[in-house]
Nanobody, 126 residues
Framework: QVRLVESGGGLVQAGDSLRLSCAASGRTFSSSAMGWFRQAPGKEREFVAAVNWSGGNTDYADSVKGRFTISRDSAKNTVYLQMNSLKLEDTAVYYC???????????????????WGQGTQVTVSS
């Protein structure tokens, strides 16, 4: 059974940092692009960041560029999202996502997702 399990969410103040982790099990994702999406209350799920299979290519939503960093450790089958300088508008449920096997980072950007995690809540307070 394939599972993506997020952790690291929580309640923080504006300006603080958090690191989200996504541990994959059931198969290796070393040949898949991976990403993070988020969904705020009353809004649609939106793309946040993506990383290609090697970790050498990344892409970010404009709203998080310069503040968030996505990375992966293929040996641990884990993807991370380092979030710095958090803002109130970053409050959302954050979802880990795995793109198709051998798929490109563009596929993740386009929402072509094979597997989703269950989500972890990030709440930023003033």
């Amino acid at each position: 059974q394939v599972r993506l399990v997020e952790s690291g969410g929580g309640l923080v103040q504006a300006g603080d940092s958090l690191r989200l982790s996504c541990a994959a099990s059931g198969r290796t994702f070393s040949s898949s692009a991976m990403g993070w999406f988020r969904q705020a209350p009353g809004k649609e799920r939106e793309f946040v960041a993506a990383v290609n299979w090697s970790g050498g290519n990344t892409d970010y939503a404009d709203s998080v560029k310069g503040r968030f960093t996505i990375s992966r450790d293929s040996a641990k089958n884990t993807v991370y999202l380092q979030m710095n300088s958090l803002k109130l508008e970053d409050t959302a449920v954050y979802y880990c996502a795995a793109g198709p096997l051998y798929g490109s980072i563009r596929m993740v950007l386009q929402g072509r997702i094979d597997y989703w995690g269950q989500g972890t809540q990030v709440t930023v307070s003033s």
